[in-house]
């Protein structure tokens, strides 16, 4: 088994550490600072089972200037080319308009999305399930796991998760 797999999202809600944390080097840019990976971030997850080619992009969002406009297509345009999508979000933070755009951009694409609910240990496990219902209603997620990209917590299971659909 083998596939492409995007991972999007917001600025800063994880995506680099999650790459990171699977591919167990530094292979794209972590910062604090949104907009740090201005391009696509390749990394080969390869085991005895199954080779997973992840994609970090560039944060979805709506383009200030023409720079954004760029790398808003670039995330885009991976949408269509990939296996699976991994659709990021931090848990701390509710629904919001960041959000809401990402899944106007998923509107008419076929690929399964993958709601990964990062920075679980930020929270209760209590204040998860109404965040999870919430994201639930607003699309036909093929999954939601949630995770924490830091301390690694779910990462395996979320691997095996996506193992079934490739
Ligand atoms: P990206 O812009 O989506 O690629 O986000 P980054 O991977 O660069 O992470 C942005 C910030 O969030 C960094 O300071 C990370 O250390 C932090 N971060 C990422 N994942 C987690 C997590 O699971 N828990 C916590 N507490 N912080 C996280
Ligand atoms: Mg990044």
Redesign the pocket.
Known sequence: KSGFISII????????????RVIGQKI?????K????RNKVQGVYTDDRAQMIFI?TP?IHKPKHKLGDFMMKVATNTLREVDLILF?V?VTEGFGKGEEFILEQLEGVQTPVFLVL?????VHPDQLLPIIQDYQSRYDFAELIP?????G?NVETLLEVLYKYL
């Open positions: 999202g917001r600025p800063n809600v994880g995506k680099s550490t999650f790459l990171n794209a840019i972590m910062s604090d949104p907009q740090t990976t970090d944060g990021m931090n990062n920075k679980i240990d930020q995770i924490s990209a830091l301390e917590n």
